[in-house]
């Protein structure tokens, strides 16, 4: 294939028992060995067995009849230098991360290499396996919690669920916030987000004259997405950086700032609190 489109897929039945995938790649699509282990532990490269569809990353790997492989090939996802996150606490059966603006909370069927969870697969000592527990947008930055196994994973996942789990953030806005919005009488936002009910509270923290801008501190109750920002444009402060509800023309990167995790942990029991102390 001399000149590649920017983006394609391509779906191959396996017919030949113990054919080697990154062989059998090779020959359906015409790229280069080299460049489909590339995509193979970028995640790009899939392999269906009956009803369930996993990434396949072993480019050695002998394949059984009557599977089905798939190619996902997207060039600016493929290009893409995933940020490097800091390692905030190793607890074992999951992970506590300051995520960089950029760096993704979940992959797509073109690929996760841009992600935390195959950040912290790949960095890791020992190494396992990562499991999103929740989600962090892409323009954020911040505390994430990351599972090492389906367990924890489904256990951590359900105080989110619950609401049993303190989330605390910070964010600067467009604009004099009113000074008045403290701790124990925010300003308080119940909007439905996609039809779902959503609730956040904002806190006046301070404020910045010279570039006419207030730091908030949020607290929500829900996690729908990008439920900060929608409220916090609903009340005419949208967040600094945020383009898609805010000032298009701003170029600095999105003021959020997710600062502070608490929580029991379900599986020993323990109280558990980490802050990034903005």
Same mark, same amino acid.
């Given at each position: 294939?001399?000149?590649?489109?920017?983006?394609?897929?391509?779906?191959?039945?396996?017919?030949?028992?113990?054919?080697?995938?990154? *062989?059998?790649?090779?020959?359906?699509?015409?790229?280069?060995?080299?460049?489909?282990?590339?995509?193979?532990?970028?995640?790009?490269?899939?392999?269906?067995?009956?009803?369930?569809?996993?990434?396949?990353?072993?480019?050695?790997?002998?394949?059984?009849? &009557?599977?089905?492989?798939?190619?996902?090939?997207?060039?600016?996802?493929?290009?893409?230098?995933?940020?490097? /996150?800091?390692?905030?606490?190793?607890?074992?059966?999951?992970?506590?991360?300051?995520?960089?603006?950029?760096?993704?909370?979940? $992959?797509?069927?073109?690929? =996760?290499?841009? #992600?935390?969870?195959?950040?912290?697969?790949?960095?890791?000592? /020992?190494?396992?396996?990562?499991? #999103?527990?929740?989600?962090?947008?892409?323009?954020?930055?911040?505390?994430?919690?990351?599972?090492?196994?389906?367990?924890?994973?489904?256990?951590?996942?359900?105080?989110?669920?619950?609401?049993?789990?303190?989330?605390?953030?910070?964010?600067?806005?467009?604009?004099?916030? *009113?000074?008045?919005?403290?701790?124990?009488?925010?300003?308080?936002?119940?909007?439905?987000?996609?039809?779902?009910?959503?609730?956040?509270?904002?806190?006046?923290?301070?404020?910045?004259?010279? $570039? &006419?801008?207030?730091?908030?501190?949020?607290?929500?109750? #829900? $996690?729908?997405?990008?439920?900060?920002?929608?409220?916090?444009?609903?009340?005419?402060?949208?967040?600094?950086? *945020?383009?898609?509800?805010?000032?298009?023309?701003?170029?600095?990167?999105?003021?959020?700032?997710?600062?502070?995790?608490?929580?029991?942990?379900?599986?020993?029991?323990?109280?558990?609190?980490? =802050?990034?102390?903005?």
């Amino acid at each position: 294939m001399s000149e590649l489109p920017i983006r394609f897929e391509k779906h191959i039945e396996v017919t030949e028992k113990c054919s080697i995938a990154v *062989d059998l790649l090779a020959n359906e699509t015409g790229l280069s060995k080299q460049l489909i282990k590339q995509l193979m532990q970028k995640g790009a490269v899939w392999q269906s067995i009956g009803k369930k569809t996993q990434r396949l990353r072993r480019a050695k790997k002998a394949l059984k009849a &009557n599977i089905k492989l798939h190619l996902y090939y997207d060039k600016l996802v493929l290009e893409r230098v995933p940020p490097a /996150p800091t390692l905030i606490s190793d607890e074992k059966h999951y992970s506590i991360w300051n995520k960089p603006y950029g760096l993704l909370s979940q $992959g797509s069927k073109w690929g =996760d290499h841009c #992600t935390i969870t195959r950040w912290a697969e790949q960095h890791l000592l /020992p190494q396992r396996n990562s499991f #999103t527990v929740h989600r962090l947008d892409r323009a954020a930055n911040g505390l994430i919690i990351v599972a090492h196994e389906k367990k924890a994973a489904a256990a951590l996942s359900a105080l989110f669920q619950q609401r049993d789990i303190e989330k605390r953030y910070q964010i600067w806005v467009h604009g004099e916030f *009113d000074k008045t919005a403290t701790e124990s009488h925010p300003v308080t936002v119940e909007q439905e987000i996609e039809g779902r009910q959503a609730k956040s509270h904002f806190i006046f923290l301070q404020y910045e004259p010279k $570039g &006419n801008r207030s730091l908030l501190q949020v607290r929500i109750e #829900t $996690g729908r997405k990008h439920q900060i920002r929608i409220h916090s444009a609903s009340l005419g402060f949208p967040v600094v950086g *945020d383009r898609l509800y805010g000032k298009v023309e701003v170029e600095e990167d999105l003021q959020l700032m997710a600062y502070y995790l608490a929580f029991e942990c379900p599986l020993t029991n323990q109280y558990k609190v980490f =802050d990034l102390k903005p």
